[in-house]
């Protein structure tokens, strides 16, 4: 069955929410990618806003803004993925606890610090009783939670779901990943990923929700021809075939992709992997990216569906997007990301 | 497209293998105790369904590697999901496609917790912090790679893993599915639960008139659930039908539940009608009481405003094991399994009051040889995630 994606709405790093144009300026970074907040007092109430951490926020604002595009008010589910889930709750009451030493603690944080507080919350708002699952499996996170969600369509349960990802970095989180050797060591410009030659990458967040419908609206930007994703693929030959039964599967071929989507990070050990694919099995084909206009996270797929969405509803590819100067107005877009050469997914879609 | 549960796996407070647990449901021995293995302030004033091993010893039972370096939620599911592969009689087999879901809460947390004020004694935590770690060390200790997913909807987190395995195989993308929950106590989710007020400083006592709140607990309940098709080809016969499942959102607060009990009866409800089955048909339910004053009084609402004056014999395993909170779900679907195949109902040990209000008294003795065919289990979480699993005798 199509599925169409009727909403689609980010709170990212960039000027992404309701901007009248399409990533006509870009931000530069050089460590943590924090999201542009828009006015939340323009959606909440202060008593409304005092109890929400910033994930909460931004979860709650894109996806009750996604439901007013769609014209949804009821949704047949509320899909979610997050990686890390609510961090800074999480980590206010862990300090509590550990500086108090198992003191008095307030239990509001504890209570926001759980997972599927972000789903929970949209449908408290709406008053929704309807199907609802946060999924956290790492930067599958969001791929779970749609393809929840297509089944949910075709199995006919529900007509319209809202579905999103979701993930907020702290600063203390990211000092703690540092000992992992996942960022960058110096500070390094977002604008210069495809330049890298280290290790590393620079961290992101952000939340992008989408209604995705069995039945196009006048608002489509997207349909979505197909999700898959798997969690090891062994060797490049696999991932070339990997790729190559999925489009066949699906009655396409390479040569109906006319834009991929890369998830370069800027880590040169995990992007060789984008590259290889980028000169042999999509070596005619268009390329763009995305991490540098988001940062890496583990919801950094969901960033990219809205990405790929308003490029085909809006008929053009922003200059900043395009990995090669080719010039592409695309019919279908490909993204493709990865982590540390597991957690491959692929989300092809088309123009409605 | 029916789906089977060819076998299962368990480790609670109150055995480490589907027998002992068995053997003390059969002889009302409760493993709510004195907290001695987490190291808290709060031990000497809290009880908990605590699993006595620590993770060195959890960890050398299963050949882990590298002692302590799992969370241990992660050694808890892999134990339990051990069991279950074996117990199912499962192989390897590049025919089938076999994915690991799990439900989960807490994650890393118990060695986030012990490690997050001193990074540099082992900078590793934070890499298995997150919820997800647990299933990839499952799947990578089983082999069964082909889908691997994470849940984590609070309470519910085990139950809608094995709703999602369930909709997997219907929907042709799995054969077999390693579906469960598991959580295991930490310093935060006791402390958390401490804040909310909602700890019973001795063993609970769910559905009764005085019950005072709920113990925690910590443990890994799984089944293998599989197509008709698997089973066929390796001449397995099923244990029970995995009939039924329903999840709902109660929307109306993040910790407490509706008074008319909404979500509760709105997650029966779609679970009866998955099943194709009507509220007579349901023979047992393992309740998800708690032993929360809010719990129990709305789940027994939901009971009545779905079977009437007619609620089938019903108990919460919850005074054995404590509410082991992401892996309830995955215990008590254990529980309900073992109900049918033993034709067996669990007492609801430690009542002794119905709550007024409800007049409902649960099973408080071993029952055998009742004619179980349906067995109905609820769990209900944090931000009203609630979900019903119904299992049918074959």
Known sequence: MAIYINASQAISPQLTFQQDKFLDEVKEYSTLMISVQPDFKDFFNIMELRRMSRIMKINNTTALESLKEAGIDNPGAINTGTGNGCIEDTEKFLNKMLDTNEGFLNPTTFIQSTHNTLGAQIALNKKCHNYNITYVQKTLSFEWALLDSIMLINEGEADNILVGGIDEITKENYELKKNLNLWKKEPFSNLELLNSTTNGTIPGEGAAFFVISSEKSENCYAKIEFLNFKHRINGFDDLSSFFNANLQANNLTIADIDLVLYGINGDVTEDKVYYELKDSVFKDVAGGYFKHLSGEFDTSSAFALWLASNILKNNQVPEIVKIDKKEVQPDRILIYNQDNNKNHSIIVLSKC | ?394
């Open chain 2, 1 to 394: 497209m029916k789906v089977y549960v060819s076998g299962i796996g368990l480790i609670s407070a109150i055995g480490r293998t589907i027998d002992e647990n068995l053997i003390s449901l059969r002889e009302k021995k409760t493993g709510i105790t004195k907290i001695e293995i987490l190291k808290t302030i709060h031990s000497d004033k809290n009880v908990a369904g605590e699993i006595k091993l620590t993770n060195e010893e959890l960890s050398k039972d299963l050949n882990t590697p590298e002692v302590n370096s799992y969370p241990r939620t992660t050694l808890l599911a892999i134990h339990a999901a051990k069991e279950a592969y074996k117990n199912a009689g499962l192989e390897n087999d590049s025919n089938f496609r076999t994915g690991v879901i799990i439900g989960t809460t807490v994650g890393g947390m118990d060695r986030s917790e012990i490690y997050y004020k001193n990074p540099k004694e082992n900078s590793d935590f934070i890499r298995t912090h997150h919820c997800g770690f647990i299933t990839e060390k499952v799947a990578e200790y089983l082999n069964a790679f082909d889908m691997i997913s994470t849940i984590s909807t609070a309470c519910s987190s085990g139950l809608n893993s094995m709703l999602l395995g369930a909709r997997l195989i219907k929907n042709n993308m799995l054969d077999r599915v390693v579906v469960g929950g598991t959580d295991s106590l930490s310093r935060f989710t006791l402390n958390g639960f401490k804040t909310l007020m909602i700890l019973d400083p001795e063993i609970c006592a769910p559905f009764d008139k005085n019950r005072k709140g709920l113990n925690l607990g910590e443990g890994a309940g799984f089944l293998i659930i599989e197509s008709e098709r698997s089973l066929e080809k390796r001449g397995k016969d099923p244990i029970c039908e995995l009939s039924g499942y329903g999840n709902a959102n109660d929307a109306f607060h993040q910790t407490a539940s509706t008074e008319d009990g909404t979500g509760p009866y709105l997650s029966m409800e779609k679970a009866l009608k998955v099943a194709n089955l009507k509220p007579e048909d349901i023979d047992y339910i393992n309740v998800h009481g708690t032993g929360t004053n809010n719990n129990d009084i709305t789940e027994g609402i939901a009971l009545k405003r779905l079977f009437k004056n007619n609620v089938p014999l019903f108990s919460s395993t919850k005074s054995f094991t404590g509410h082991t909170l992401g892996a309830s779900g995955g215990i008590e679907a254990v529980f309900s399994v073992l109900s049918i195949k033993h034709d067996l109902i669990f007492p609801n040990i430690n009542f002794s009051e119905p709550i007024e209000e409800l007049g409902l008294i649960p099973v408080t003795e071993v029952l055998e040889g009742k004619g179980i065919r349906n067995v109905m289990t609820n769990s209900f979480g944090f931000g009203g995630n609630d979900s019903t699993l119904i299992f049918s005798k074959i």
